[in-house]
């Protein structure tokens, strides 16, 4: 579940080189995975392997080689003359005893698939002449395309297009996957990723220290909430959620049923007065108590068994509900801040980090889309260029003393220690209106019950692309928390959890 960047990616085979293990072995297990995975994509027809200048180009060759072997019929476009590879990819080349054709858009013909062996995850320019066009009749071709650890033209570190990339059937990467793997606009690109053993030893992640993950119950399992037999609804936490005024009622009730759906104990509804008959004509399980000002609300804090609190789903961009951040945060409960709690505080942000670095042991997390995002973090939004989403919300987790959010197709947590998760499990029906506030309220749910902030995102992250999947095409917020139980049940069953 580690996730590597490429120069953490290039470490690892520095070491295992080091360790005594040559790295043109490491080039032939490779090699040997390409051909492997293409024998699976097609079982007949020409292939035709496009390799380029540098190991990526060496691992082309070998698996030109092991297919030709094995009777399937083989081409090689060379980006470079023979005589200029260098290294393993040299020798690599020479156990490729037939010609190379020359590198034209024109020499791609009509193959049954197509190896890209161009670039692979270094890439650290854009892509400009004879390559540009290559790489475009490749995407043109109409066949199946194989990439080689990563698409050509995409960066393995920040997942970004460089100038034009392939647009891969499947891709082979080795020993752990990148961050554009996961990423957008990468994982795009990538189709489905086979993740080879080319014989580089685990441990050398010791030494690594990676702290990506791909965000998956393995990277949490250790923290998943389980009610105990001899338990009580009072031990599972009570979480506290702000409810909006009477015309904005709706995000802050299905954020508190989805953490009552995540497991805690009790959820209220902290509501203003005018919406108390809206609020509690539509609730069941969900208490409701009246608290129209800041102050009702730090009363309602004083009962310390609330130990959690959703603010921001429909809570209103305004001074009240900074005002209510401020009195949690005052208190010390679990927080999550979503949607408007995080606009209110657009105009100065810096007030809000304090506050929250000012805890002895914050237990905070920020839900931000993208839209949101650099109303918090202007320096650190999508349009500067060059900056992962991965590095965005690192930084902004540090920044800020909480765990950040960042949410979409490659919803992204970071904790201010440096460790994140990317999920990939989200179906693309889940972006509608409403679901990030039962997003919010699952998070909420799992802080209640002691989960620490960053594994309560990942989990409720997870979780929530679950609840997509299980609810299908279709789906509304609605449907989400009536889906948990699904998830929760393959969850137990994957570790072995009676129920």
Known sequence: MEVLTTSEMERADRLTIAAGTPGFSLMLSAGQAVAAAAMDLVEEGPILVVCGPGNNGGDGFVAAAELAAQGREVSVILMCERDAL?????????????PVLPFTPQAIGRPALIIDALFGAGLSRPVTGEPHDVIAAINANGAPVLAVDLPSGINGTTAA????????TETVTFFRKKPAHLLLPGRQHCGQVRLADIGIDPQVLGEIKPQAFENEPELWHSRFPVPRIDGHKYARGHVLAVSGDMTATG?????????????AGLVTLASPRDALMVNATALTAVMVRAADTAIEFGELLGDKRYNTCIIGPGAGVNERTRDVVFT???????????ADALTSFADAPARLFEQIRALPDAQVVLTPHEGEFPRLFSDLSNKHPGRSKLERVRDAAARCGAVVLLK?????????DGRAAIAANAPPWLATAGAGDVLAGIIAGLLAQGVP???AACIGVWMHGETGSEA????????????????????????????
């Open 161 to 168: 297009v460089m100038g034009i990339a392939v647009r891969a």
């Open 328 to 338: 949690a945060l005052s208190a010390q409960r679990h927080l999550v801040l979503d």
């Open 86 to 98: 260098q290294g393993d990819a040299a020798s690599a080349a020479r156990g490729w005893k037939f």
């Open 408 to 416: 979409g197709a490659d919803t992204t947590v970071a904790a201010p």
């Open 453 to 455: 902030a960053f594994e």
């Open 472 to 499: 299908g095409p279709g789906l509304i917020a609605e449907d989400l928390t009536e889906t948990l139980p699904a998830v929760f049940r393959r969850l137990y069953d994957g570790f072995g959890i009676e129920y």
């Open 251 to 263: 995000a802050a009730r299905m954020a508190a049923r989805a953490a009552l759906r995540a497991g």
